[in-house]
């Protein structure tokens, strides 16, 4: 099959889970919704452009190779919001909150990062449609919108030097790319990239290849609404390997 690959790394990283109250955790792994926005950001697809965005959803499959989820950074977080939500487009923050500065509350919530981590995604077409793998390609390298790992604050710290490579899903997740810095020794040591990695992928369980230890579980991270913020649920598949 053909996959298109590329590598994700910056400092900050924040993959959304379920948020109960103030409370906004990260994921160990960039989610289904966060690798199909960032993909949408480069196309140049807009958060209110439903049908091109549920194009790209229902045309694309995704699996993931963790190297290093990094460490967990907490951030206690204050923001400002308007009394009343007001029924309009706002193109600025400054717009949002208006002019009375009495009819402004203050929300508290704890936000979760993760710090200097490193992952490789491999894509692949599960039907045909406008948005090919090619298209993707082109759109990484020179992105309409400016991507990000999970939150603004968080921006890539490397090229994503896309690939498009025919091979089993797992050589594909096993593609090698440019050093980040100087050489592959000196990520390995800077980046803390030891040699257990973890492997995520979407579709049926034997997919890698013949592994013991897959393990299989529901998570909640199909996109179905941009607007509502409404997900699903789909299977994930994981496996733990120590590479040699």
Not at 17 to 28: F, I
Not at 203 to 229: F, K, T
Request: charged share 25%.
């Amino acid at each position: 099959m053909q996959y298109l690959v590329f590598r994700l790394y910056g400092p900050m990283a924040s993959w959304g889970e379920a948020a109960v109250g103030g409370d906004r955790p990260s994921g160990l792994a960039p989610s289904r919704s966060a690798v199909l926005g960032l993909l949408g950001a480069a196309l140049g697809i807009k958060r209110d452009d439903a049908s091109r965005l549920d194009a790209l959803r229902a045309s694309i499959g995704i699996a993931i190779k963790a190297y290093s989820s990094g460490g967990l950074m907490r951030d206690y977080h204050t923001a400002q919001v308007p009394s009343q939500e007001k029924k309009r487009t706002f193109y600025t923050r400054k717009d949002e909150l208006g002019t009375d500065k009495d009819k402004l509350n203050t929300v508290l919530s704890s936000r979760d990062y993760r710090s200097d981590d490193y992952w490789v995604v491999a894509v692949w077409q599960q039907q045909e449609s406008e948005v090919t793998l090619e298209a993707l390609a082109r759109a990484l390298t020179k992105p309409a919108f400016i991507p990000y790992l999970g939150r603004k604050a968080c921006p890539l710290a490397a090229p994503v030097a896309p690939l498009l490579i025919e091979a089993e899903l797992k050589a594909a997740l096993d593609s090698s790319f440019p050093p980040i810095l100087g050489s592959f020794e000196q990520d390995r040591r800077w980046l803390d990239l030891g040699s257990t990695v973890t492997y995520l992928w979407q579709g049926m369980a034997d997919d890698l290849g013949a592994y013991d230890g897959v393990q299989s579980r529901n998570v909640w991270d199909e996109p179905i609404s941009r607007m509502p913020w409404q997900f699903a649920a789909r299977q994930e598949h994981q496996l733990i390997l120590v590479e040699e």
